[in-house]
């Protein structure tokens, strides 16, 4: 969720445990109400890095759908 403008406001708590990974929060926009986003990626398949990279794919996506 990093991955959203810095103009706008973002409040979430991230987590890890055996079986996955896990960011939880809300975005808002300037002028727009807040939207909660969660993304659980669960299993090991992937390494740390590359999870982060999906976890900040949403961020984007979340920006370009509701920016």
């Known amino acids: 969720l990093s991955s959203v403008p810095s103009s706008w406001i973002?409040?979430?708590?991230?987590?890890?445990?055996?079986?996955?990974?896990?960011d939880v929060g809300f975005v808002q926009a300037?002028?727009?109400s807040a939207v909660i986003v969660a993304v659980y990626l669960e299993g090991?398949?992937?390494?740390?890095p590359e999870r982060d990279q999906i976890i900040?794919?949403?961020g984007r996506r979340v920006a370009e759908v509701i920016g």
């Open 30 to 32: 300037p002028s727009s």
């Open 10 to 22: 973002v409040g979430e708590k991230t987590g890890t445990a055996q079986a996955g990974v896990n």
């Open 44 to 48: 090991d398949a992937l390494a740390a």
């Open 56 to 58: 900040a794919e949403v």
